[in-house]
C-alpha cells in the first residue's frame, strides 16, 4: 500500500455522508478556501459530481475521505481512479469535533470540514479503501449474509431453548 502525502492531492474533500444527501467540504491544495455543497445520495448524483471533480482537476488525484468503510458511497465512489479513498472512524470525528466545540452540537457541513482538517493533519495514520473487484464486493455481501443467517438461528435456537426450560423442563432433557 502507498503513503499518501497531502501534497499528492490536487484537493481533499470530507465527505458527511447521510441516507437521502451528502454534506461535501472541499479544500483545493492551493488555495487556503474551502467550499461547501450538498448532494443527492443518488448514483447519478454521485457520478456527476466525481466527473465534475475529475473535469475540475484534470490528470490529478483528489483525496476523498469519509466515516465508512464500506456501503453504496464507497462502492459508487471506488470505481473512480482519480479518487483517493480514505476512511476516519465515526468516534475520532466525534472527539474532535468535542475538543473545539463543548457544546457538541453536531451539523453535517462542519463534519465535512472537520474531516478534511483531521485528513490533512492525520493522512498518513488513516486507512486507505482499496477499491475490491465486483466479484469480491458481491462475495463479501453473501458472506455477511450468511453469518447473519446463522447468527439469527443461534438466536432463535437460544429463545426457544430459554422459553421451553420456563414451561416444560422435562422437554429440555
Not at 45 to 54: C, P, R, T, V
Not at 77 to 87: A, C, E, G, N
Not at 150 to 169: F, H, R
Amino acid at each position: 500500500m502507498k503513503a499518501y502525502n497531502v501534497n499528492d492531492f490536487a484537493a481533499l474533500v470530507g465527505i458527511d455522508w447521510a441516507d437521502k444527501k451528502h454534506d461535501i467540504c472541499e479544500h483545493p491544495n492551493d488555495t487556503e478556501k474551502y467550499h461547501y455543497s450538498i448532494i443527492k445520495s443518488k448514483p447519478e448524483a454521485l457520478h456527476e459530481w466525481a466527473m465534475s471533480l475529475k473535469q475540475r482537476y484534470p490528470n490529478q488525484i483528489i483525496a476523498v475521505v469519509c466515516e465508512l468503510k464500506k456501503g453504496p458511497l464507497i462502492y459508487a465512489l471506488s470505481k473512480y481512479d482519480h479518487l483517493v479513498l480514505f476512511t476516519i472512524n465515526p468516534s475520532t470525528v466525534a472527539k474532535y469535533r468535542k475538543a473545539f466545540t463543548p457544546s457538541g452540537a453536531k451539523d453535517d457541513p462542519s463534519d465535512a470540514l472537520l474531516q478534511v482538517e483531521i485528513l490533512t493533519l492525520h493522512m498518513g495514520k488513516l486507512n486507505v479503501i482499496e477499491p475490491e473487484s465486483a466479484a469480491m464486493r458481491a462475495l463479501s455481501q453473501l458472506v455477511e449474509y450468511r453469518r447473519n443467517l446463522v447468527q439469527d438461528s443461534v438466536d432463535l435456537s437460544n429463545k426457544i431453548t430459554a422459553a421451553s426450560k420456563s414451561y416444560c423442563p422435562q422437554a429440555i432433557e
